[in-house]
């Protein structure tokens, strides 16, 4: 008898006689009890049935090496690869994953193989709960003709000439960023804890750049709500985000909390990103539209971007830039006020091209664990094969501190990027191949914008307050939570210093862009 035709004749016989509550608890138990041991019957059968000729280590039966990871995956999949190797595989659950953790192996793999790693694989409750609910990014959607055009429309919006026109919003924002730090650290008298202003200034920038939208402070009740549960679905999409991805048999635990919570998250995102496009629909009807790229897609007559694509396109928009943007400015920040010598580097460089003058954001003259991916094709790695289906990840934890390419990679020395051999795809930041962030552009002109901005007008040091002065700022101790998508360090307070109060208030105070 079937799994199904047995629930079903328990089901049948419940209704039809009169138990009493006890049996019933009995028969309820039955059927749950079926059902998960059909459920680690698949797992365990597909545990056995792995076929990756690839050295690992050794996991548990069921669990494989889920329980070895401990709380920093990425630290422990760069840690086995000096025992098994650049390219081994671990068995996560019911799944065989291959851990890719130098440069060289990665762009053997990723770009001389591109064309097999295009596609993402299937998590259950970031695809199976979540997008239910809400549309799934760019960056976590299946390849498909759908992933196509929509990567296109965004790479149209998102090439070097498009950007440079969205710069009047990026600098914007960037003013308004340093007038907001300046307000509330009462001209830098008050240690700030600077991470609601630059999730604001990545928001804005993304709203402003595709919706032709923007919030208010850091105290708008929506900014709240749209930062809170980005966040949260950061947690929901990171390979490390639920261990029912992994063991299916958690999938059917009654009250399950994880499932729950993802499809809270995906109700709440689909109400205030409807709200965004909505609002750009009705603008456009009535010929009051502010250029953005949302219009641009909706006035173009060749548009064949159907609702559920565009809802993906905005939500990449918007999730993108407001967890990874925000986190990559604050860890910077930390670092620079715990290393002036650096600061002052920078700050001379920046007062070498521009002198007395408020900085040009159109000119750029001062020099400064990815998504996981499911092969469509089969791939080799050093006479082994990568059968079509497999799930990748790549560790961009261990590629950006591989010392075959990066000399001293535990030092914080920005400078080293300014060398043209680490320069194009020897940053990871955004990917590598064919299923790089389209975005990079943007981001790259944002933060330089922002940088630019911070810099020439503050100095950032550490608070005069003792227990403010003691934060942890390296990349292994001082993470808030090892096992996000994209990692934030802990919780600091820093003190945003003006520099030179006179051109504060002439090109910030004074002045509106």
């Known amino acids: ?81 000096r025992t098994f190797g650049p390219v081994y595989k671990v068995r996560l659950g019911n799944r065989d994953v291959v851990v890719v953790n130098t440069v060289e192996a990665a762009k053997a793999l990723f770009l001389d193989q591109g064309s097999a790693y295009t596609s993402r694989p299937y998590f259950y409750t970031f695809h199976g709960v979540f997008t239910n609910h809400a549309a799934p990014t760019i960056g976590t959607s299946f390849w498909n003709d759908s992933t196509r055009r929509k990567r296109r429309a965004v790479a149209t919006a998102m090439n070097k000439p498009k950007v440079q026109s969205y710069v009047p919003i990026i600098e914007a924002e960037a003013h308004a960023l340093v007038k907001e730090i300046y307000i509330m650290s009462q001209a830098g008298q008050i240690p700030l804890d600077p991470y609601t202003y630059f999730q604001r200034l990545a928001l804005n920038t993304s709203l402003e750049v595709h919706f032709g939208t923007r919030l208010g402070d850091v105290e708008d009740s929506l900014f709240k709500e749209v930062a809170e549960v980005t966040a949260k679905v950061a947690g929901v999409r990171a390979v490390t985000g639920s261990l029912q991805d992994y063991l299916p048999i958690l999938r059917y635990i009654p009250n399950n909390k994880a499932s729950a919570q993802a499809a809270n998250y995906g109700r709440r995102r689909k109400v205030f990103m409807d709200h965004f496009l909505d609002e750009v629909i009705e603008r456009v009807k009535r010929n009051e539209d502010i250029p953005c790229i949302m219009s641009s897609i909706l006035r173009d007559p060749e548009n064949d971007l159907s609702r559920p694509e565009m809802d993906s396109i905005s939500a990449s928009m918007v ?31 920046i007062e070498a091209v521009y002198g007395d003058r408020a900085p040009d954001p159109y000119e750029e003259k001062v020099e400064y664990i990815s998504l996981p991916r499911a092969t469509t094709a089969d791939s080799i790695w050093n006479g082994v094969v990568i059968p079509s289906g497999s799930t990748i990840f790549m560790n961009a934890w261990a590629l950006n501190f591989d010392d075959t390419v990066f000399d001293s990679p535990w030092e914080f020395r920005p400078e080293r990027y300014m060398k043209d051999d680490l320069q194009g795809t020897n940053l990871f930041a955004f990917g590598l191949g064919r299923r790089m962030c389209p975005g990079v552009h943007l981001a790259s002109r944002e933060m330089y914008v ?17 227990q403010e002065q003691d934060y942890d700022i390296h990349p292994l101790t001082g993470v808030h939570k090892a096992q996000a998508f994209s990692v934030a360090p802990k919780r600091f307070k820093v003190v945003f210093e003006p520099r030179n109060q006179e051109h504060f208030k002439q090109n910030i105070l004074e002045r509106s862009v």
Request: no cysteine; net charge neutral; proline share 3%.
């Open 1 to 81: 008898m079937s799994l199904t035709s047995y629930t079903s004749s328990i089901h049948s016989a419940l209704l039809s006689s009169k138990l009493d509550k006890d049996a019933s608890r009995t028969a309820v138990a039955i059927v749950g009890l079926g059902v998960a041991a059909a459920a680690l019957l698949k797992t365990w059968k597909s545990v056995s049935s792995s076929t990756l000729d690839l050295p690992g280590p050794t996991g548990w039966p069921i669990v494989g090496n889920l329980f070895q990871l401990g709380e920093n995956w990425s630290e422990t999949f760069a840690r086995w690869s």
């Open 450 to 466: 922002s940088f630019l901005y911070v810099l020439y007008y503050f100095n950032i040091r550490k608070s005069d307050d003792v």
């Open 319 to 349: 999730s993108a830039g407001l967890d990874t943007f925000a986190n990559t400015m604050i860890w910077s920040v930390g670092l620079l006020a715990a290393r002036p010598d650096i600061q002052e580097k920078a700050q001379k460089a």
